[in-house]
Every structure is written in structure tokens, then in C-alpha cells.
């Protein structure tokens, strides 16, 4: 499903009814999001209760749930209050894999694929802390990415006896090119390096990394190296998520970890 099918395929599944008259939309009722015509930035709006007292433009940070995943929390929050027990039962064999198939579907891949966690921080925490490393293996990861990544690859390191060596890919946002950033990190790469680490949108910056560029890179590296010491990519994506027409299965990465409480406009899926 394409992101600009999501809202309405969504909608033509659940419906729609009025928000309650407690939320400031301007709207008296909340259009059905299948009915939203390409191009209606309005109707498009009103399927979010936010509030008009303000433009909202940190949906980067915490994402407001629009009505028809509001319709879907409910739904299921309803259910497990009248019957539990049943509920949990009918569902809990098959339910991780729905949610692995329908998130494959949306972002690409396979189903397989998908690991469930909590967050982007437990991902990436799972990642990194399973890394096969030996003493003396580099990691090579950037000055700028999040400390969950920065921590959880020290504590590798330190049980491993793996070295870190944190690298800029860039000094000024403003004069950065596609070329010159995969040449800094062609650079940064030596004979002991095992890990690649790197963030796909830079929160400080705004800067998206061409991922797909640094993965043909690093593969070209690869095919001159015996399997035990392949290069593992691993990005970091939550920024990105959602708000990027992306297939991520064609990024080139082997690991890709993003939360969906930002652009995705939920919480609950990780890759």
C-alpha cells in the first residue's frame, strides 16, 4: 500500500463518525477518510483532533493519532475490556503476525522480516547488543546520531573488546553532497571494520544520509571480503519513517530500526 493510500484505505475499512464535540476541529464531523479526494488538505486535516489554537509542525516528535487508528485503539481497547480473557485467546497466536504482514506491506519486505519491540531505543538496543564482534573489530559509527545508539554500542564494544571509532560525515549541513558523504565514509572504513552505524534523517540538522548510496558503497567493500568479515550497515530510520515514500527493503541496509510514534502517525511497530 502506497503512504498516500493509508489514510483512505484505513478509512474505507473502519468508517467514520463525528469527533466528539470536546476536540477543536473546525469541522463539525470528521469526513470519511475514503472520500478524501487527492489534493484536500482540509478533509485530510480534519481526521486529526488536533487543536487549531496553534500550526502544528512537530509531528516529527509525537504524532497525533488520526481517526481511523483513534477507531482501531478503541476498537481493540473495548474489546479487552468486555471479554479479556476470549480476546486474548482469539488472538494472540496469530496477532504479531497480522501486524509483521500488514507492516511488510507498507514498508516493504517480508513479513519475516519484522521484529516487534517496544520502541526505536529497544531495537536498536537488540541490534546492537546481539552484534557478533571480536576484540579488535571496529565499529564505525557517526557524531550524529542519538545517544540509544551511542550507549548501546559502547556496552558492545566493552563486553567485546570491539574498538568505536565515531566519525562527521559532514562539518556544514548547508554544503553537503551525496558524493562527499559516501566518500567520508569510504574513508572512515578500514580492515577491522564489522559495523557501520549511521542515522538516516539527522534531527540536529535535518540532513537525510543518501542510505541507499552508503549500502552500494559498503557492498562493493563487501565483495572483496571473506563472510566473517562483511560489513554489517545498520540505520537507524525513525526520522525518516513515514514521511519518506520508501520502499525500506530497497535501502540496502541489513538492519533497519525505526519506532512509528512520529510520521507513521502511530506507535507500536518497529523494523
Known amino acids: 500500500m502506497l503512504r498516500r493510500e493509508f489514510l483512505g484505505a484505513a478509512g474505507l475499512a473502519l468508517g467514520a463518525s463525528a469527533y ?15 472520500s478524501i479526494e487527492a489534493g484536500d488538505w482540509t478533509a485530510l486535516r480534519n481526521l486529526f483532533p488536533l487543536t487549531r489554537d496553534y500550526i502544528h509542525l512537530s509531528t516529527f516528535l509525537l504524532a497525533s493519532h488520526p481517526k481511523p487508528v483513534s477507531d482501531e485503539i478503541e476498537r ?10 476470549d480476546y486474548w485467546h482469539e488472538h494472540f497466536q496469530t496477532i504479531d503476525g497480522e501486524i509483521s504482514a500488514a507492516a511488510a506491506r507498507y514498508m516493504g519486505g517480508h513479513g519475516r522480516q519484522i521484529a516487534l519491540t517496544d520502541s526505536t531505543t529497544m531495537g536498536l538496543g537488540l541490534v546492537y547488543s546481539g552484534l557478533k564482534l571480536r576484540p ?14 551511542d550507549l548501546s554500542l559502547a556496552s558492545r564494544a566493552e563486553r567485546t573488546g570491539a574498538k568505536i571509532r565515531r566519525i562527521s560525515l559532514y562539518e556544514n549541513p548547508a554544503t553537503i553532497s551525496q558524493d562527499s558523504i559516501v566518500s567520508n565514509l569510504q574513508k572512515s572504513i578500514s580492515n577491522s571494520t564489522r559495523v557501520v552505524a549511521v542515522t538516516w534523517v539527522h534531527s540536529s540538522t535535518g540532513v537525510k544520509l543518501p542510505v541507499r548510496a ?8 563487501n565483495r572483496g571480503r571473506s563472510e566473517e ?9 525513525v526520522h525518516g519513517f513515514g514521511v519518506e515514500d520508501q520502499d525500506v527493503s530497497k535501502l540496502g ?11 507513521i502517525l502511530d506507535r507500536g511497530v518497529q523494523a
Open 76 to 85: 481493540h481497547r473495548r474489546s479487552l475490556d468486555e471479554n479479556p480473557s
Open 229 to 237: 568479515d562483511q560489513i554489517l550497515f545498520c540505520v537507524d530510520g
Open 136 to 149: 579488535g573489530d571496529e565499529i564505525v559509527q557517526t557524531t550524529h546520531d542519538h545517544y540509544s545508539t
Open 20 to 34: 466528539s464535540p470536546v476536540t477543536s476541529l473546525a469541522a463539525a464531523t470528521t469526513p470519511n477518510a475514503g
Open 214 to 221: 552508503m549500502a552500494d558503497a559498503i557492498g562493493e567493500i
Open 253 to 263: 541496509c541489513d538492519f533497519f530500526i525505526a519506532g512509528t510514534h512520529k510520521w
